[in-house]
């Protein structure tokens, strides 16, 4: 297969950053991978497996994981960029109305029925990929385990390294002639540029870290951001607080309820939910501030990424690395169950969020209607019903 044009990649994922919502952007990543050949069904589980290893948004680098295997670091690059693009322009306009009008009317209202289509979305994804990998009861075992960390408030990191740890131990797999065939020589040239970019990220790093600057510059957005993306595991739900720490507690850039506002906008535009960042930068210095919050937050592990996704391809034939990948999914499996149901605590008391949650199910796995239209339909509902005073 021919790999596809820069271009193609670029409007490929702006589509996706375009349409979807939280943890709801997997389902519409692993369909249009999957339809348009960019990567088979057990590279993106791969993919999944592998972006959870190290710091980062899990989305944002899943979208850099595909761009590299199909067109290397270019790839990466514009994958990343066209899925971030609609994301950062829809928080722009927005943390520009912020700013001049100071609230956010219906947005608290919203928020409700956009966790519920979220959430549906996710138990649905969940469904997909248990049936997959929970095939035996070591694989259960393991899904209760990482559902009993996040219920018990650990980090999941934890549930991570136990799937690892107990797949590498506990299965024998033989390794998949297929994908060993594939394995090519380690390419110094594909490599390069990955390399490259990692060391001028580092080297902008520690040039920050030491130089003096205003505390609400863009050189101090940039330090703060990239160290965020840095050192933070996991998604929005564990890189959020870190931020919150930094800009709130430790910069003041914002008080707690502007810091409430930009989650809530990261919650209501499509897109990874730490686009929450540009409204940080936004805030603090203006346009080129949100620009280089969002470039900074995301841009140390979509490298990351370029590196793992290029060493990763010479060893993922071997048994202890299929095996640890086949725990990792089966654990991913109870961190999708209590990510939804964590979404769902605030909603105990909204029973027609929870119908919601259950047509959303029946659109997708039943009618087999896309995310968009699932999105589209449940919001046109939950509006009339905020209308009529119901939700």
Same mark, same amino acid.
């Given at each position: 297969m021919n790999p596809p044009r820069l271009?193609?990649? @670029? /409007?490929?994922?702006f589509r996706v950053g375009l349409t979807s919502f939280g943890m709801a952007i997997l389902q519409n990543l692993r369909a249009m991978s999957l339809r348009r050949g960019f990567v088979s069904a057990a590279e993106i589980e791969e993919g999944i497996a592998m972006v959870q290893l190290y710091p980062g948004p899990i989305m944002v680098d899943l979208v850099a994981f595909i761009g590299y295997r199909r067109r290397g670091a270019w790839g990466a690059i514009f994958a990343v960029a066209g899925f971030l693009l609609p994301a950062t322009v829809l928080m722009l306009v927005l943390a520009a109305a912020y700013r001049r009008y100071g609230e956010l009317p219906q947005v608290a209202a919203l928020l409700p029925g956009l966790t519920a289509l979220v959430i549906g979305?996710?138990? /649905?994804?969940t469904l997909d990929i248990a049936r997959k990998n929970i095939a035996h009861r070591r694989d259960a075992l393991l899904a209760l385990l990482a559902f009993a960390i996040g219920a018990l408030g650990g980090n999941?990191?934890?549930?991570?390294? *136990?799937?690892?740890?107990?797949?590498? *131990?506990?299965?024998?797999?033989?390794?998949d002639p297929a994908v060993a065939e594939s394995a090519t020589a380690l390419s110094w040239r594909r490599l390069a540029p990955s390399l490259l970019l990692g060391a001028g990220l580092l080297a902008l790093g520690f040039a920050l870290a030491v130089a003096p600057g205003p505390v609400d510059g863009p050189g101090e957005l940039v330090r703060v951001f990239m160290k965020i993306g840095?050192?933070?595991?996991?998604?929005?739900?564990t890189i959020l607080p870190v931020m919150q720490q930094a800009v709130v507690e430790q910069h003041h850039w914002l008080d707690a309820p502007q810091f409430a506002a930009a989650i809530a906008l990261g919650q209501i535009t499509p897109g990874p939910m730490l686009n929450s960042a540009t409204f940080v930068g936004y805030q603090v210095a203006g346009l080129g501030g949100g620009l280089v919050a &969002?470039?900074?937050? @995301? *841009?140390? /592990?979509v490298v990351m990424t370029m590196l793992f996704t290029e060493l990763f391809v010479h060893v993922r034939h071997l048994a202890p690395i299929r095996a640890a990948i086949?725990?990792?999914?089966?654990a991913f499996v109870g961190m999708l169950a209590w990510a939804a149901i964590s979404l769902g605590q605030p909603l105990v008391d909204r029973p027609l969020a929870w119908l919601l949650?259950?047509? &959303? !199910?029946?659109? !997708?796995? &039943?009618?087999?209607?896309? &995310? !968009?239209?699932?999105?589209?339909?449940? !919001?046109l509902l939950w509006a009339a019903e905020l209308q009529f005073g119901l939700a």
């Open positions: 271009v193609d990649l @670029f /409007s490929a994922f979305v996710v138990l /649905s994804v999941m990191l934890w549930a991570v390294a *136990a799937g690892i740890g107990i797949g590498a *131990a506990g299965w024998r797999h033989e390794p840095a050192i933070a595991f996991g998604n929005a739900a &969002t470039v900074a937050i @995301f *841009a140390p /592990s086949r725990g990792v999914m089966a949650v259950a047509a &959303t !199910l029946v659109a !997708l796995r &039943t009618l087999k209607w896309d &995310t !968009l239209k699932v999105f589209a339909a449940g !919001l």
